[in-house]
């Protein structure tokens, strides 16, 4: 087995893993490495093809993969090693990560691990909504790979599941993807997303929007062909489509959290951690969206820029203590 050793060791390749990693070549951290289980760095941003990206962090209103493709570029030319279709598998010694990639299985010992593993949204099983499982059926992020990156089919009439920040990036892809919204329905009164998002969206895309409601039923066969609703008065209704999208409903991936014995939050599943980032666990650090609640993509890289510095405050003081 290959044995490697970094300064920091950095999982996930979404815009905090790779802000991070910037920032921690800028204060004179030698060796960042980040590793990417997709095939290309970039995280959710890459196939989320609409603007509205890099306001806070970059200062440009940028598209998604336009976003994602400048971090990367960043992060190549600041000399941080990227390595994709990589996976951590084993998680024993608290600095000591087992991987595995292209190359075979490899052992890196860092002076600092970092999760940036992101969230991904609750998927329809998650949720426990009865009826049928048939086709059409997606979250946000499976809908946008299937638009821009497989560039697949969807469907003629969608329901949006969830008034999230991300339910209005579903409904711009259907859009892209010729797929009419029927409806938006969320179980809380309003929605959660930016002020005048649900005024100019039901402007343009012309939709019914449904709060205090919720999702009873599925049903079709081979494809999904109409949701059954209840509202907050209990009144049953139908609507008919052939195309669902679950959206929001977070769960941080908290995978690499719980293989480690990190302390995590029983309320959001998320690590705990202290106003520098450290977990339960000296010299671990997770940032980004794996810390619940949910924050955009530039929030994360101005949050991952703060952190960094007490990353690489964590390196110094480990190497001057390994040479004294």
Same mark, same amino acid.
């Given at each position: 087995?290959? $044995? ?23 204060? *004179? ?61 084993? &998680? ?86 010729? +797929? ?43 494809? +999904? ?24 409903? &977070? ?26 980032? +450290?977990?339960?666990?000296? *010299? ?5 969206? $794996? ?26 003081? +480990? ?6």
């Amino acid at each position: 087995m290959k $044995i490697t050793s970094v300064d920091v060791l950095i999982i996930g390749g979404g815009p905090a893993g790779l802000a991070a990693a910037i920032e921690l070549k800028k204060l *004179g951290i030698k060796d960042v490495r980040i590793i990417e289980r997709e095939a290309q760095a970039g995280g959710v941003p890459r196939h989320s093809n609409h603007p509205g990206y890099g306001l806070r962090d970059l200062y440009r209103f940028m598209t998604g993969p336009n976003y994602a493709k400048a971090y990367v570029s960043q992060a190549l030319s600041a000399g941080v090693v990227i390595s994709t279709s990589t996976t951590a598998t084993q &998680w024993g010694d608290d600095l000591v990560v087992e991987l595995s990639g292209p190359d075979g299985v490899e052992r890196v010992q860092a002076k600092a691990v970092v999760l940036a593993t992101g969230a991904r949204e609750r998927a329809r099983n998650a949720r426990m909504i009865p009826g049928a499982r048939p086709a059409g059926i997606y979250t946000t992020g499976s809908l946008q790979q299937a638009v821009f990156l497989s560039h697949l089919d969807i469907g003629t009439k969608a329901v949006i599941v969830g008034a999230e920040h991300v339910s209005f990036s579903a409904l711009m892809t259907l859009s892209h993807a010729h +797929v009419k919204t029927i409806a938006m329905l969320t179980h809380q009164s309003g929605h959660q997303s930016v002020p005048g998002a649900l005024a100019l969206s039901k402007l343009i895309y012309r939709y019914r929007f449904l709060d205090k409601s919720e999702i009873v039923e599925i049903i079709g066969s081979s494809r +999904v062909s109409a949701i059954k609703i209840r509202d907050v008065h209990g009144n049953l209704s139908t609507i008919e489509c052939d195309t669902i999208i679950f959206t929001g409903d &977070w769960i941080p991936d908290n995978e690499m959290a719980r293989r480690g014995s990190l302390v995590i939050d029983p309320r959001t599943k998320s690590p705990m951690v202290n106003t520098s980032f +450290v977990t339960s666990k000296p *010299g671990v650090f997770a940032l980004g969206n $794996i810390l619940l609640p949910i924050k955009s993509a530039d929030q994360c890289a101005v949050e991952s820029r703060r952190a960094a510095k007490a990353i690489a405050s964590h390196v110094v003081s +480990v190497s001057v203590a390994s040479k004294g």
